[in-house]
């Protein structure tokens, strides 16, 4: 009796064990342009990007990803190598031999320096970004690293290091060479990460030059009032770039009525426009600033606390659901004609339910801000009020919870059965238990009349049994 009972209590014990470990089930985001360029455009690859917006969103963009030979491009990464790993600027190196010969023959544009010529690091930085003077670049190469291949191998690994995946640099001063390759977005994530360093963009964006008595105009057009076919005068800095394989090349910012912008543009023909032959690296860097000058504003889509979706809540005292609304208002750039009736928010991953307690402001999930079916902002969203813990409901929906489930429910009826069985093994047993005590009297009985008839003989009577 005592062994069923304990084997019973272990398989209780066991069940409940097995119950109270819960069941488990099995089982750099591409910057996507918002917006098409509606002006004509003749590069093959371009981005616009937005300045004034920490992420640095990407306006507008055609074959940001495709391979293209970068040019002079490559010595804003010449330049910032150099910037972030010389202490003093003013430190001054003489100009080697050799940095003159590696060009001879090769048709690239110099500074006119010579062996022996000592210049400061940074007038070769002047010369390198301004004039972009390939004898400066292969000096500050020999200077940084000791050797034209280290230096390459320093450019290669920072650009990675900031998260270019497809860029590969063989030289620093970008002649053309079939394994020296980029993209406009590596070069436009390049771009960026120098111009947080105001070093470099004193140096980018610099108009003018004097070295040795020469004046040295910045290669990009767009900044000389002088060039008329390409000046554009909200224009500022940065590097230009061609050969007959990566077409003209432009990295420039442009800054009007306070909104500011980067263009990348690369590969573009040289085209005869109103009779003359025409750089369109300029033309489409200058069309594309316009298009979104004239065709973009800074607009709030969505206000603090507006109403964006209701979630149920589970435990919650005297609500069932709470109301997600926007934690900051949203503003960013929209077209000048925008509908506002067109912009859909759109939750991210909301919850299906939320637990009790909640606290007013409590973030819950994203949403996106979707327009022309791009999403071109994104807010948190956070519960709209408090929703305090109901204790009763809590216990009523564990509990609930809890035997409905399956696991459970097979547990509880084997656990049914047991006792089942238990008591009619107990039932049984009782009673062979009684009829043993019974026959176990009656014997006894036996016994003590026999015993009398012995001591008193035949005269003997029984005392009479006791009604029950």
């Not at 450019?155 to 860029?167: A, L, P, Q, R, Y």
């Not at 007959?244 to 040289?270: E, H, R």
């Not at 709030?300 to 926007?326: C, F, S, W, Y």
């Amino acid at each position: 009796m005592k062994k069923t009972l304990s084997v019973f209590l272990t398989l209780i014990i066991l069940s409940l064990t097995v119950l109270s470990v819960p069941f488990t089930a099995s089982a750099k985001e591409h910057n996507e342009p918002l917006y098409k360029v509606t002006s004509k455009m003749y590069s093959d690859a371009y981005m616009l990007i937005n300045l004034d917006d920490d992420e640095f969103p990407v306006i507008a963009a055609k074959n940001q990803d495709k391979k293209k030979f970068p040019a002079s491009l490559t010595k804003i990464v010449t330049a910032m190598v150099t910037i972030n790993n010389v202490d003093d600027l003013q430190a001054k190196t003489k100009v080697s031999e050799s940095a003159i010969l590696v060009l001879a023959n090769t048709g690239a544009q110099v500074a006119g320096l010579k062996a022996g010529d000592e210049l400061t690091i940074e007038q070769l930085l002047y010369l390198t970004m301004v004039h972009s003077a390939c004898d400066a670049c292969e000096v500050l190469a020999e200077y940084v690293a000791g050797s034209i291949p280290a230096f390459v191998k320093m450019m290669n690994d920072w650009v990675k290091s900031i998260g270019c995946e497809n860029t590969n640099f063989v030289n620093p001063d970008g002649l053309h060479d079939e394994n020296h390759y980029t993209t406009a977005s590596d070069m436009a994530t390049i771009t960026l990460e120098a111009l947080q360093d105001d070093t470099f963009t004193k140096i980018a964006t610099t108009q003018q030059y004097v070295y040795d008595g020469t004046t040295f105009i910045h290669t990009n057009f767009m900044l000389d009032k002088y060039h008329v076919t390409y000046y554009y005068e909200y224009a500022e800095g940065i590097k230009t770039g061609s050969t007959s394989q990566a077409g003209y090349c432009v990295i420039t910012k442009a800054a009007k009525d306070g909104y500011n912008y980067l263009a990348v543009v690369m590969d573009a023909p040289i085209k005869k426009l109103k009779g003359i032959d025409t750089k369109c690296s300029f033309i489409d860097a200058a069309t594309i600033f316009d298009w979104a000058f004239d065709s973009l504003k800074y607009s709030t889509v969505i206000r603090m606390n507006d109403l964006v979706h209701e979630v149920p809540v589970e435990n919650g005292k005297d609500a069932d659901t709470v109301q997600l609304v926007a934690a900051a208002d949203v503003t960013t750039l929209v077209p000048v004609s925008l509908d506002p009736s067109a912009v859909i928010i759109k939750p991210v991953d909301p919850p299906q339910k939320l637990d009790a307690p909640i606290k007013q402001g409590d973030r819950v999930c994203k949403a996106e801000v979707i327009y022309a079916d791009k999403v071109i902002a994104t807010v948190d969203l956070v519960a709209a009020k408090n929703v305090e813990l109901s204790t009763f409901l809590t216990v009523k929906n564990k509990m609930q919870s809890f035997f409905g489930r399956k696991e459970v429910l097979a547990v509880l009826l084997v656990l049914i059965a047991l006792v089942v069985l238990y008591i009619l093994v107990f039932a049984k047993r009782m009673h062979k238990d009684k009829k043993r005590i019974e026959e176990k009297r009656r014997r006894q009985r036996e016994l003590d009349e026999q015993m009398n008839r012995e001591y008193y003989g035949d005269d003997y009577i029984a005392p009479p049994r006791k009604r029950k």
